[in-house]
């Protein structure tokens, strides 16, 4: 079965770049939600997305922005990174049809700022 | 503060034997709660979840169990396997229109051979 993608795998970039994380969730699921989790933490919900408008907002910074377009696929954008921003980042896809609440996730993204 | 409580960061367990991993929860309003497990390099993976309504769901070698008045719960892996060493994580769904879930820090199962 298909699996929610995420691209790229892994990023390294500088502090004060910009980064743009991709992904793609599973067919005909609806709602994205991007996930943020540090080393030796657990993952932190940013910011989700339901039928290409944002849904829910948690501990987004403001230098990051996110959207989903009408193909459902998402982007997460950073800018001004921060070595601190260095993270797994992972999205999740889900259906709102679908009434078990259960988010299926990506591989994830390791951003590394140096 | 942590909504969601994971106190023992790991659990070693030989196999065979049953895995207990306990989560403590500090909002008696959480409506849904999911285990999920994670490997190194990968996502983390539903295992198996239960509703506030119940006390109790059970898949294959996998049962949750959920005391309400103790705001706690447990997952139960019998017997455990060496395919089950991994990180564990509880996680919460609010409802309310609050999409995000709300994760503990994980517990990261050994199994023994």
């Known amino acids: 079965a298909a699996g929610v993608i995420q691209s790229p795998r892994h990023l390294i970039k500088e502090k004060r770049e910009t980064a743009t994380l991709k992904c793609y969730p599973i067919p005909r699921h609806d709602t994205v939600y991007w996930y943020q989790q540090g080393p030796g933490q657990d993952p932190q919900f940013l910011i989700s997305f339901y039928e290409k408008m944002q849904s829910d907002k948690g501990s987004i910074p403001d230098r990051f922005s996110a959207q989903q377009f009408s193909d459902y696929h998402s982007e997460l954008n950073m800018s001004s990174l921060e070595l601190g921003d260095s993270a797994l980042y992972f999205c999740?896809?889900?259906?709102?049809?679908?009434?078990?609440?259960?988010?299926?996730f990506g591989p994830g993204t390791r951003l590394t700022v140096t | 503060d942590q909504q969601v409580k994971q106190n023992s960061p790991s659990l070693s367990v030989q196999e065979g034997r049953i895995s207990i991993l306990n989560c403590d929860y500090t909002?008696?309003?959480?409506?849904?709660f999911l285990w999920y497990k994670k490997y190194p390099a990968e996502g983390p993976t539903f295992l198996i979840s239960i509703s506030s309504i119940k006390d109790k769901n059970e898949d294959g070698r996998f049962t949750v169990f959920l005391n309400k008045s103790a705001k706690h719960l447990s997952l139960h892996i019998v017997p455990s396997q060496p395919g089950d060493s991994a990180v564990y994580f509880c996680a919460v769904y609010s409802g309310g229109g609050a999409d995000g879930l709300t994760f503990g820090k994980g517990t990261h199962l050994i199994i023994q051979p």
């Open positions: 999740a896809s889900s259906s709102r049809t679908d009434p078990s609440y259960e988010q299926y």
């Open positions: 909002n008696s309003m959480f409506d849904y």
